[in-house]
């Protein structure tokens, strides 16, 4: 088909046409890169939060956290999801959410994360002071949770390997203590701060 030059002309300015479409496609899927996912707790509160003398601390800790893929273009594999708890830069407590998939411009929740039981917490004195306080006025102004998450993402239908994204930090969480069925306060939307959602957090550890 191609023996004649002028054939063999058409042959290659085709060859190089498919060439320089794949070189824009490839350019525009890789370099356009998907917006992060944005996660917010919507709800938390406390139904026990006791400290004794011994450093023991008897907690009854639920929040509600909500994850947005503002992506028209991708899908995200949520496969594992571990919430850890803390109060003034201690951690106490660490569940295991259910892994799901999060649709294209989609806002998924999570499933609650529940935190009951007891740990050692060992509070400086200025931080005991602070939450005596707490206690008093029945308000905690330093919870907060963490996210550690592994994922994988399908983008313009490319899937990804499994990767680690940087830590959700939903921090400085004002939470309510409810006692008998009531709360003082009610809990403020807030915004969880991560960095970018599609690399894997430990590129740099390696």
């Known amino acids: ?30 370099s356009v890169t998907p917006s992060s996912v944005k996660f917010h707790v919507t709800e938390a509160s406390l139904t026990q939060f006791n400290l004794t003398n011994n450093n023991t601390m008897y907690f009854n800790f639920q929040v509600n956290i ?12 949520y496969r594992k999801i571990t919430a850890i708890a803390w109060y003034k830069d201690n951690a106490f407590a660490y569940v295991s959410l259910t892994p ?47 996210l550690d998450i592994i994922v994988r993402y399908k983008y313009w239908g490319i899937k990804s390997i499994r990767f680690n994204p940087p830590i959700v930090q939903c921090r400085r969480l004002r939470v309510p ?30």
């Open 1 to 30: 088909m191609c023996s004649t030059p002028h054939f063999r002309l058409c042959c290659m300015c085709c060859t190089i046409f498919t060439l320089i479409s794949m070189i824009i496609l490839f350019f525009i899927l890789f």
């Open 66 to 77: 909500t994850a947005r893929n503002p992506n028209k273009n991708t899908i995200v594999y």
């Open 100 to 146: 799901f998939d999060q649709g294209k411009k989609n806002t998924s929740f999570l499933q609650t994360a529940m935190f009951e039981g007891s740990s050692l917490i060992k509070l400086k004195p200025r931080q005991l002071a602070e939450y005596y306080t707490e206690t008093r006025l029945s308000v905690y102004n330093d919870l907060a949770v963490d």
């Open 177 to 206: 203590l409810i006692s008998n069925g009531t709360s003082i306060v009610s809990f403020n939307y807030t915004k969880c701060s991560n960095g970018y959602f599609f690399v894997d957090g430990n590129a740099d550890d390696n």
